[in-house]
């Protein structure tokens, strides 16, 4: 999720913080870019980090409640750097809410789709950089354990791009535990839906069944995946379709898809990807081990930065701070309740990590991504403007103490106006078998009851510009004939991938491969024509 749907806010006074910008907004959770008040009673903070709050319809939802209130819990108990930490967690009035890290960099999702644009791979050294960083926080969240030390037995289960941020150092942090959960149950809401991300759910996810870790490794795979090849594991389309392709996965070898992956890493990649979880690695920390041994770790991790700076620039937030300065402070409009302090106190002093004035990078470099945002990168070419939405407002709404003896609040801080900030500017190894008929039907009539798989992660499709054509576009959106084609094109995979495991692999069999998966997205029925041909000739001989 990046900032083209950020709100710049009067500075608002929340609890001991001040709400600058509104940088997400999920099915259940608001998040906020802000600072700590000066005369904050919290131990030491760092100038900026993030405010994620319960969004004030769901209040009285309990379930909704129940979720916000596990993610912080599960984050209070984790102490690793590949893992967004929490500082604060507690209530303001009624609404829960967590202060956390704020990381300044890019999503993965924003590397793959930039790189993906300019057909710029990254090197599979720096991939496995990035997938060995999200190996280890996966280690972290697995390994878990309570007060007692009893391993709490989580899993995070929607392991996906969006949740994962490049830092500015080189490293990858994990963040957004909101679907965070014990492992070894069937994982459905009470209306039957299943929950993650469409398009990175393993083959039991999708089809509600009981979950461990390997669940996520699965994930992880999906990741890696993406990351090597810039091509989506799974396409976009409706979704009982994605879920069927989920549940019953064809996976081709990503050195079909990128010459330069060694047939090493294709194993790493395809061993992740294997439809029973028990053909997987057995921990995260197995596959990180699995990937070190086929690719070196990567010592510099400056170059990956600077590479991306001259595509995704980060954006300088120096002046949305300089709205309110942290001698700005009124007092908390309602009591702050903060639940489990001690325990997050005792993390944050445990763990110090960059948060001098150095590191928290503000003028000339910028503050870039929080818990999961990207908060603004430019592309190399210029694609629109981001517009404040409106003039921000000449002082923040009036605050109120519930202390009988509160100071006045000071004079109303200064409002600068702010100049437009710049915006400038892709199925694939071992089939698992069809999915049988009266699966797929269960799949679609439960989804079909609901726009989404859940409201934690809401799906929108995103408008292509006019004249354009969507590559793996929603197939309600197409012709009768261009489904046909589609549906012809997945049988056309279907005979190939069954071709594949009786010849075996040849360069020609992986080029009609490839040629196939695009037509999945973009059918012709010319081309269609054609690759039905090639794979007869192959079948006859």
Partial sequence: MSDRGSRRLAPEPFGEYWLLSRIARGGSAEVYLARPFKNSSLPPLPEILVVKRLREELLADEDAQRRFRQEAEIMTRIDSPWIARVFDVGTVGRVPYLSMEYVHGWTLAEIIEVLSKANAPLPTQWCGALVTDLLEGLSALHGAKSADGSSLNLIHRDVNPKNIILGHDGRATLIDLGLGKVANRAWKTQTGAVMGTLGYLSPEQALGATLDLRADLYCAGIVAFELVTLMPLIQRGPVPEMLGASASPIVVAPSAMRSTVSPALDQVILKALSPAPEDRFGTASEMAEAWRRVELPLQDRSAITIRLRTVCPLRDLAPLLAIVTPSEDFQPREPTITIARSAVSSLHAARPRMWSGKSVLLAGVGIGLAAGTLLSFAFPTPRSELEPPGELAAEPAAATSSRSNSPEPPAKPEVRPQPKAKLDGARHGKKSGPLRKSETTRMAESVSKQSAIDAETPIPKEP?????????????????????????????????????????????????????????SDPSEAELDRLEREISSFEHR
């Fill in 464 to 520: 292509s510009p006019p004249g354009t054509r969507t590559r793996g576009g929603s197939l309600d959106e197409r012709s009768a004939s261009a489904e046909a084609l589609t549906g012809r094109a997945l049988a056309l995979i279907q005979r190939l991938t069954a071709l594949r495991r009786k010849s075996g692999e040849s360069e020609e069999l992986r080029r009609l491969t490839v040629e196939l998966l695009e037509q999945r």
